[in-house]
Nanobody, 122 residues
Framework: QVQLVESGGGLVQAGGSLTLSCLAS????????MGWYRQAPGKERELVAT???????DYADSVKDRFTISRGDTMNMVYLQMHSLKPEDTAVYYC????????????????WGQGTQVTVSS
């Protein structure tokens, strides 16, 4: 089993910054990527940023040039640096881990944290 715990959310004024952290624990056969998703009230969960085990990154158009995803020395820790925050960034941010759960899996599985609230005031 894999456990993901997010931290770093809070209340910030528009134009401010926050850094989110995600700690992964437990075991998985093979990790392929970690990332951040967010869900605003009344909206579907959307991808924010991902980083593969090889270091490749991908960002939603709405956060490019403002957010940066990075990892620690190992892929058990991932960060999301957020700058120039806007009220529309307000959402619950979820950490995601993707990988092969068992030796027998032909496809990857997704694991999710409980989320951390980010609120941007104007």
């Amino acid at each position: 089993q894999v456990q993901l715990v997010e931290s770093g959310g809070g209340l910030v004024q528009a134009g401010g910054s926050l850094t989110l952290s995600c700690l992964a624990s437990g075991s998985i056969f093979s990790l392929t990527a970690m990332g951040w998703y967010r869900q605003a009230p009344g909206k579907e969960r959307e991808l924010v940023a991902t980083i593969t085990s090889g270091g490749s990154t991908d960002y939603a158009d709405s956060v490019k040039d403002r957010f940066t995803i990075s990892r620690g020395d190992t892929m058990n820790m991932v960060y999301l640096q957020m700058h120039s925050l806007k009220p529309e960034d307000t959402a619950v941010y979820y950490c995601n881990l993707r990988g092969y759960s068992t030796f027998y899996d032909l496809g990857t599985d997704d694991y999710w944290g409980q989320g951390t609230q980010v609120t941007v005031s104007s």
